[in-house]
């Protein structure tokens, strides 16, 4: 089998999961577990359908970096629960949810599944290091569209998208991009920063909508032709000039925060995917009677087992 890395926007996919089953699906000491259950099936059904050998938990270490903010303050402030003085912002997660969370990491720990976070960045930073950096085929599992700025048909980085639900998978490779939005992978980032995107508190440029923005990179290929060219007053309409130009404060800080990290020094231990030991399985198997996780823990031990 050729090596294939598989990496997940982890808060991504267990939002996912707790809106996807009942919160009925409970521990026996009364504790939710629906998040954790519909999480481990979509691994599962991850690792039957595309058979990545390696796969990495990327996480969230911090949400909401306050480099970012620094550059554009709404930057995900329709998301803050607490502003936390000297330290990341606490994010507004149902308590059922947050419960949760430490027992996911659990039990992909017990699974061998490999969790990787970097101070003051998020998941999406980790995931481009980690695409931009891999020696193999990637694949990235996200409903987050600012991750489509990493697909890149001569590495084979592909997007598996999840927007419209798990039984609605789209791979998304450079002409599934250029098919969405009429522009390339290279040219999303410059992209999104136009349009903007107020489910990150993005303004974009006002009054620049998709259309416009894919006909400007179109025509002047990145944000700095666009910028060059209204500056000069060629190659677009007086009123998109005047558009662009207002925007200038904007877009001298926004490319910084709708861009990826792609450098950050991770220290990522074995990631490779195994079958269980019998220590790795009496682990799991404690877990899974623990938090009443049924056959979830053992469709996804037996998904290990076939790697």
């Not at 309409?237 to 990290?261: E, W």
């Amino acid at each position: 089998m050729t090596d294939r890395l598989m990496l997940l926007d982890s808060a991504s996919l267990y939002f996912r999961a707790f809106y996807g089953v009942p919160d009925t699906v409970r521990a026996p000491d009364g504790t939710p577990v629906n998040a954790v259950r519909g999480f481990l099936d979509i691994i599962t059904r991850l690792v039957t359908t595309y058979r990545p050998t390696h796969l990495v938990a990327c996480w969230d270490d911090d949400w909401r970096p306050q480099w970012r903010v620094d550059l554009i303050p709404t930057y995900k402030t329709h998301r803050v629960a607490e502003v936390v003085a000297g330290g990341p912002d606490v994010e507004e997660v149902p308590d059922p949810l947050e419960v949760q969370v430490p027992v996911i990491r659990d039990v992909l720990g017990a699974l061998g599944i490999r969790i990787v976070g970097a101070p003051e960045h998020e998941a999406d930073d980790v995931i481009g290091t980690l695409a931009t950096t891999a020696s193999m085929p990637v694949d990235i599992v996200t409903g987050d569209r600012d991750l489509f700025q990493l697909v890149d048909d001569s590495r084979d980085v592909r997007v598996v998208y999840t927007a419209r639900g798990m039984s609605n998978l789209e791979v998304l490779t450079d002409a599934a991009v250029v098919g969405k939005y009429g522009v390339l992978p290279s040219q999303y980032a410059d992209f999104a920063t136009l349009r903007g995107d107020s489910s990150d508190g993005l303004p974009g440029v006002a009054g620049i909508g998709e259309k416009t923005a894919a006909g400007l990179l179109a025509t002047h290929g990145d944000l700095a032709g666009i910028i060059a060219a209204a500056e000069a007053g060629e190659g677009m309409s007086a009123g998109v000039r005047s558009k662009v130009l207002a925007g200038l404060p904007y877009l001298a800080v926004a490319p910084t925060v709708v861009a990826v990290v792609r450098d950050l020094p991770l220290d990522v231990p074995d990631h490779r995917l195994r079958p269980l030991d019998e220590a790795a399985r009496s682990e799991a198997s404690a877990l899974a009677e623990k938090w009443a996780l049924g056959t979830a823990v053992t469709r996804i031990v037996d998904a290990l087992d076939a790697v």
